[in-house]
């Protein structure tokens, strides 16, 4: 009988399918064109398959890729420009100046920098909102990371566009561009309840329902704005933006930092998924989530890095270290987020929160975005636990390989798709026009 010729397989050590089961031990992955096909001893999937390539890394871990839920790619061009300042302060007197410069070909760099920094980091999917999105599409089609993109819409004129309406009507011919991309979502991304007034959130709802979008916003990041929201409204962020319809469960709320007892009740009931970025948060000191009561209650969290501006980094495993510890250290109880609770968050919750039961597992019909970690390192030595290691001890430097859709973004440490010397020159030259 002849076998099926298939486009790759990769051996590995440890094999987490999902966070949620067993690692299996010394088992490979078929992959064929840009799906998981089969999972199981090598020497029996070669009986069967005849891959085109192999990849044998019996001395690494293969995962699913992580999925960052919330950031602004472009913004690590303004990694470590203004840091330790309150983020209203931070974003006035810093962060909108610098992006009142923004031009389409800096935002292409930034996200071409930051699609470097993901792909090393093992992040092969990512939820971003930010302005000339065009542009990280076009980036994101070129490198091959999976994205969720939004133009920000704002009350006030951006670089891109002279109004939130203008932006939206980008969102639309956004969405008539990429929407039979494989991997590329246009997402409706309203910037606030503060930066966009009442109408252009009815109007940013209305389109995001009306072409069944997921709408992506921050909620109640500070103190500040919960007052703001409060004196104009007399409600909190969450109930102001329930009486518009915003609740809904194709809607992602980055932060909700600030949360009364009834907020996280209406989080729940409209099912609501809640972007968790406690680096962020943390960095501008803005507080700490509740996830401990959100999770609680049975909301959906997962977990993102927010923008290289207030981190200062992309990087999900990081992350993933922070927001396990957190939650324990403020509620003095090291049960709260276990270590596949975090992973989840990052993995199949992430690809839940989206929408995409294709995403997030090493599970047979799923896309095949997978990336391997070396093992053979004192730092990862020994292994009791595959799921505890990559929350607690890998790094993101411990990433060896990072395949999306099937296809080769990182082997062994060498980027596939990007010239980083070149890119590095690439962007230095524009450095001075920040
Ligand atoms: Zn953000």
Redesign the pocket.
């Known amino acids: 009988m002849s076998k099926k010729k298939i486009s790759l397989l990769i051996k590995a050590r440890y094999i987490i399918t999902d966070p949620s089961v067993e690692p299996v031990e010394n088992e490979a992955v078929a992959v064929d064109k840009d799906k998981i096909i089969e999972i199981g001893p090598a020497n029996k999937l070669l009986e069967r398959y005849e891959p085109l390539k192999i990849l044998d890394r019996t001395n690494a871990l293969l995962m699913p890729g992580l999925i960052n839920a919330?950031?602004?790619v472009p913004m690590t061009l303004f990694r470590g420009l203004a840091d330790d300042l309150p983020l209203k302060k931070w974003l006035e007197e810093y962060i909108f100046p610098a992006e009142s410069k923004l031009t389409p070909e800096k935002v292409a760099l930034g996200t071409e920098l930051a699609c470097a920094e993901m792909i090393r980091s093992g992040t092969t999917s990512f939820v971003d909102?930010y302005i000339f999105e065009d542009h990280v599409a076009e980036v994101v089609d070129k490198v091959g990371l999976r994205a969720w993109i939004g133009e920000g819409l704002f009350d006030f004129p951006t670089p891109a566009f002279p109004s939130g309406y203008e932006a939206l009507n980008e969102t639309k011919r956004l969405y008539d561009k990429w929407r039979d991309h494989p991997r590329i979502t246009v997402t409706v991304t309203p910037h606030t309840p503060y930066t966009c007034d009442e109408e252009l959130l009815k109007a940013a709802i209305k389109h995001a329902e009306d072409n069944g979008l997921i709408l992506h916003i921050?909620v109640s990041?500070t103190q500040w704005e919960f007052n703001e929201i409060k004196f104009k409204r007399g409600l909190t962020p969450v109930q102001y933006l329930e009486t518009l319809g915003l609740l809904r469960d194709n809607s992602i709320f980055?932060?909700c930092v600030v949360l009364e007892e009834q907020d996280i009740e209406l989080l729940y009931r409209h099912k609501v998924k809640v972007a968790h970025?406690p680096e962020?948060n943390l960095k501008l000191a803005s507080g700490i989530a509740p996830i401990k009561e959100l999770l609680l209650k049975g909301v959906d969290i997962f977990l993102g890095t927010?923008?290289a501006a207030?981190n200062n980094d992309l990087d999900m495993f990081g992350e993933m270290d922070v927001a396990a510890k957190l939650q324990k250290g403020i509620s003095n109880d090291p049960t709260v987020l276990p270590a596949a609770k975090v992973l989840e968050m990052a993995t199949s919750g992430a690809a839940k929160c989206l929408g995409r039961d294709d995403l997030g597992t090493i599970t047979p019909g799923s896309l095949a975005d997978i990336i391997t970690v070396e093992l053979d390192k004192p730092h990862l030595f020994p292994c009791h636990n595959p799921i505890s290691l990559i929350v607690y001890s890998v790094s993101k430097s411990d990433v060896r390989d990072v395949i999306v859709g099937g296809r080769i973004l990182m082997e062994d440490k060498k980027l596939v798709t990007i010239n980083e010397e070149d890119l590095f020159e690439r962007v230095s030259r524009i450095l001075p026009k920040l």
Do not use: K
């Open positions: 919330h950031t602004h909102m921050h990041e980055a932060h970025c962020s927010d923008g207030s």
